[in-house]
């Protein structure tokens, strides 16, 4: 066979390499296959459009559902024990707050800057909150909100501290301009 073939190019080669395509006949081809495969009906973008509207409205609407049903778990939800320990510290942190803020002074470097580890603190307690409410029973991160409560009341207690000594300073400081 491939000799045949070999024979008839080598007879009609001259004949080929004389004739040139129809530039216009080749471009009309590709043209009309272009169109042909290209053209969509015009309800096929209708359907398309209402298709995507459904799916996204479906999306976001079972997305805000799913939000607002986020339940917030606490280590009471857990234990009764986890629950209580909780209670106790938060009621620590709470009442060392108070007298924090019955004596917090104004523009302090050192307090700001303490306040600003509480802060800090309290946005790892939520990612704590959010790891808690994704794995439920997780030991470390119940230790973790526990350390949590105790690391604050340490901050509290050295920002008590920090006022005191503020404090102190004061007056000596009044009494060295008289």
Do not use: C
Request: charged share 30%.
């Amino acid at each position: 066979m491939k000799k045949d073939l070999e024979k008839i190019l080598l007879e009609k080669r001259l004949k080929l390499d004389m004739e040139e395509p129809e530039n216009d006949l080749v471009w009309e081809g590709i043209r009309s296959g272009l169109q042909k495969k290209s053209k969509l009906p015009d309800w096929f973008w209708k359907v398309a459009a209402i298709f995507i509207f459904v799916v996204s409205a479906t999306y976001f609407i079972a997305n805000e559902r799913s939000q607002k049903q986020v339940v917030v778990l606490t280590l009471a939800d857990i234990s009764k024990d986890l629950g209580t320990q909780e209670q106790t510290l938060k009621q620590q942190v709470n009442l060392k707050w108070e007298e924090v803020e019955k004596q917090l002074p104004d523009n302090n470097p050192e307090i700001q800057f303490l306040l600003q580890q509480l802060n800090d603190m309290d946005a790892i307690y939520n990612s704590y909150q959010k790891d808690l409410n994704r794995t439920l029973d997780n030991e470390p991160v119940i230790q973790a909100m526990l350390d949590y409560y105790e690391k604050k009341i340490r901050i509290i207690n050295r920002l008590l501290m920090e006022i005191e000594k503020q404090k102190q300073v004061e007056p000596e400081m009044e009494f060295e301009h008289i």
